[in-house]
């Protein structure tokens, strides 16, 4: 096993673990183990002066495979039955981190 065997497996058998730090949502109607991470979403408002995410409300990270679509900067989506858009993502290694607001009405 090489090291991207054993950071492969940790992701899958800890990180996306719902036992451990993943949670069970609904994302357009597919349940989906995300990781939340409103630090992270923080840390990036203050670095970059809050643009392209001062309207972001939810910051997670989802297995790329755990999608049914190909996440987009604008794209609507639904999250746990309520209505947001995709303002921010950034796709590393088969993951993706995806920072959504409310959605324009």
Known sequence: MNFKDVIAADIDNVFFNSNEFAEEITID???TNIVMDSDLLKELQLS???EGLANSELLFHVKKNDLKF??????DILFNEKLYY???IQYDEGLYTIAIGVARS
């Open 29 to 31: 109607g597919t349940k």
């Open 70 to 75: 190909s996440p987009f900067v604008g794209h």
């Open 86 to 88: 995709i303002n921010n």
């Open 48 to 50: 970059n002066g809050g």
